[in-house]
């Protein structure tokens, strides 16, 4: 389950269309693109659904964004995150008041502060949809022997082309302790 991505302790794979799960989450995004469609009379296209495992022991992943394309998300968003927790020990941490638009030392990098992160707790079967370009990171897992599970996916706008230079990329943010 090692892909482009992974970092030590954490695992992620596409889901297979043999899965008997994907066709659940596959019928939730479609629901999701309805609902959005109705709020911003335009199409979302989902992409694959991962499923994300943090094994014993996981350290904080690294503040990012998922969206990496150098001009503005906008309104309606080009993307949108969704997080689908598969039992009662998903969380994700959010910095709800921060995008990823700043920069330091012409490095493109937005700077975060760890004092402005919110731990949302996402319980089994539900999900939380947020903007790409919305800082977040996943959570540590400090079990010794339960795996951390989610799903993840992106809502893309249908007419919006994706840039072969985003298509497997995050926008890091540098984390200060204060």
């Known amino acids: 389950m090692r892909g482009p991505g992974a970092d030590f302790n954490r695992r992620q794979a596409v889901m297979k269309a ?3 799960a994907l066709c659940v989450v ?13 709020v911003y009379g335009r199409r979302y296209v989902a992409s694959e659904a ?3 495992v943090s094994l014993p022991g996981a350290e904080r992943q690294m503040p990012h964004s998922d969206d990496a ?4 998300v906008s309104t309606p968003p080009r993307t ?3 997080f689908m927790a598969i039992d009662d020990t ?9 995008l990823c638009d700043d920069s330091t ?21 539900c999900i939380i949809l ?20 989610r799903i993840h996916a992106y809502l893309r706008l249908a007419d919006e082309p994706i840039s072969t230079e985003w298509r497997y990329k995050t926008y890091p943010a540098k984390e200060i302790i204060d």
Do not use: C, Q
């Not at 030392?105 to 079967?125: D, Q």
């Open 18 to 20: 043999t899965w008997a």
């Open 26 to 38: 596959v019928a939730r995004l479609e629901r999701l693109s309805d609902l959005l469609f109705y």
């Open 50 to 52: 991962k499923i994300l």
């Open 69 to 72: 394309e150098n001009k503005d």
């Open 80 to 82: 949108l995150g969704v």
């Open 90 to 98: 998903a969380f994700l941490d959010i910095r709800p008041r921060r």
């Open 105 to 125: 030392n012409r490095e493109l990098m937005s700077v975060v502060y760890r004092s402005e992160v919110e731990r949302v707790h996402v319980k089994k079967g």
């Open 130 to 149: 947020f903007r790409g370009d919305r800082i977040h990171r996943g959570v540590e897992n400090i079990s010794a022997d339960d795996l951390d599970r």
